[in-house]
């Protein structure tokens, strides 16, 4: 799944960054928030490097901003790895939000001044259980939208119910998801974390799932299955060969194809890359499960931690397949487009011949009294002959500011033309890790006239060094690794000055092959496209 662009590559347009005067190696950075769909009273904020505890838990020091306003923070609590910082809100958030901090001072750095959008996860976070059990209930904490830390008691997940938390989606027919477990702490020598399948939210339900126990606990990997509603919990027929040992966590896997799952884990070392097969078995599910992550202490009264990474899932949602009418008025010099917003958001591609397509990057408009209502206006001067225009799935559109969509889309690799480039090592001058560089293939991004457009991989994860090559219509180049920073990302600027299709921008990205020290190759790197 790594190397079929699953986690380590996603598209991403945000708000950009409002960063204080200095070097930039000497700031405390705020670079993501995050919350859950249904624990929309708290955000999660991440920093790098690590803040002070100090300055992270004053009040003051934040505000966050939705569509109708300001909204009260009340409680601010950094967690132990010094970077997370949760923000407990006095009222729910809408889908996005901003949150601008001021005056968090990293532990070696000056003061960070920023601003950064987030918005609401796709994916739900539930205990499974009954009355009483888990006990603690649970609790979770993302900064990162692929990234959560789960605290949680529950008496276990097996036999012929399951107390635990879960952290999921719905997907219908195969799936595809891979994680990498960090952390595991032992509230009992059978507290466990990993990837679970299940048909319901119901205690009994059928389910499936491979998961770690603790290292100084059980300490292995194991795979168990309910095939039926209220039945028993068991590896067999189900676990192939012995159990393998959880020393140390790595990453998970867990697929279906048609009725056959499989678990597997990481081989240790390969970075999510190299698989080991845990298990393989044959169930009649339901087409539609619920797929996610599941912790379990273990215990009653005795919460056991877990935290994840680079959580992801390949595989078609409910609504994918809904499509939106589109409705076209003249408007002056400019074509509106209008459509309603189903469950999974469209952008616009346009042709002037039907075969090759390109993407605008055109403001998406949130209308103001219906926040399902999009609309688009393009200048009819864009194209000087046939313009053929269509819908394109993506997985969100993002608002810039949060009032209103405009230039952000979030596109990835299971809705949209990315494939990875594997046939050199280099990308411009630098040696990059080619199993990782990825190309933008399916169309172009288009830009009106006059637009600064520009490219940045600034919002991937802080290990990640990148080299960032984008091209225009005429096949010239322009390349930065932002060496000179300090902080391993890149950023490449274009100027939009043709009156027509022309004005077409296409990129590749890639990891470094020479890494700084801690370096991760399957880090996440997000390519921010803003104009």
Not at 368 to 379: A, F, H, K, Y
């Amino acid at each position: 799944m790594k190397t079929n662009l699953q986690t380590l590559y996603r598209l991403l347009a945000l708000l950009g960054l409002g960063l204080s005067v200095g070097p930039q190696s000497a700031r405390a950075e705020l670079v993501s928030v995050n919350s859950i769909t249904n624990s929309a009273t708290t955000i999660g904020v991440y920093f790098d490097p690590p803040v002070t505890s100090f300055s992270a838990t004053n009040l003051a020091n934040y505000t966050v901003l939705m569509n109708t306003g300001a909204v009260s923070v009340v409680d601010a609590t950094l967690q132990t790895n010094g970077q997370f910082v949760a923000l407990t809100l006095a009222t729910p958030i809408g889908e996005f939000f901003s949150v601008s901090a001021s005056n968090v001072v990293g532990v070696t750095s000056a003061t960070n001044n920023a601003t950064v959008l987030g918005y609401i996860s796709d994916y739900s976070s539930d205990d499974v259980g009954v009355l009483g059990d888990p006990d603690p209930a649970g609790q979770v904490f993302t900064a990162h939208g692929d990234s959560f830390e789960v605290t949680v008691g529950g008496s276990d997940i097996g036999g012929v119910s399951d107390a635990f938390h879960f952290i999921y989606e719905p997907i219908v027919g195969d799936f595809d998801m891979t994680t990498l477990v960090t952390r595991l702490d032992l509230a009992d020598p059978e507290s466990k974390a990993g990837l679970m399948a299940r048909e319901s939210m119901a205690p009994d339900s059928a389910s499936l799932q491979t998961f770690f126990t603790p290292t100084a606990g059980s300490n292995d990997v194991q795979v168990a299955v309910r095939a039926t509603t209220g039945g028993a919990t068991t590896d067999a027929g189900f676990q192939i060969g012995a159990r393998a040992s959880a020393t140390p966590l790595r990453w998970l896997r867990l697929s279906r194809t048609n009725d056959t799952f499989t678990a597997y884990q990481g081989i240790s070392g390969s970075n999510g890359v190299i698989w080991a097969v845990s298990g393989v078995t044959t169930q009649a599910f339901a087409t539609n499960l619920l797929v996610g992550m599941a912790v379990t202490a273990h215990t009653f009264g005795i919460p056991t931690t877990a935290d994840f990474s680079d959580f992801e899932i390949s595989g078609a949602r409910p609504g994918d397949t809904i499509l939106p009418t589109v409705t076209a008025a003249l408007a002056g010099t400019n074509l509106t487009l209008n459509w309603l917003r189903t469950p999974r958001d469209f952008a616009v591609e346009a042709s002037t011949n039907l075969t090759d397509w390109a993407l605008f990057l055109l403001p998406i408009i949130e209308g103001v009294t219906n926040s399902n209502q999009r609309s688009m206006q393009i200048p009819l001067a864009l194209a000087t002959n046939h313009l053929y225009l269509r819908l394109i799935r993506v997985k969100r559109l993002i608002p810039d500011p949060p009032l209103l969509l405009t230039t952000g889309i979030i596109l990835s690799p299971d809705c949209y033309g990315l494939s990875p480039t594997t046939s050199a090592g280099s990308l411009c001058t630098y040696a990059v890790r080619a199993a990782y560089a990825y190309a933008q293939t399916s169309g172009l991004i288009i830009a009106p006239k006059g637009t600064l457009v520009t490219f940045t991989t600034f919002d991937s994860d802080q290990t990640v060094d990148t080299v960032l090559q984008v091209n225009n219509a005429a096949g010239a180049s322009t390349c930065n690794d932002n060496v000179a920073t300090g902080n391993y990302k890149s950023k490449v600027l274009q100027t939009a000055t043709a009156n027509n299709l022309e004005n077409a921008f296409s990129f590749v990205v890639a990891p470094k092959k020479n890494p700084p020290t801690g370096y991760a190759s399957t880090g996440v790197i997000r390519v921010t496209i803003t104009y």
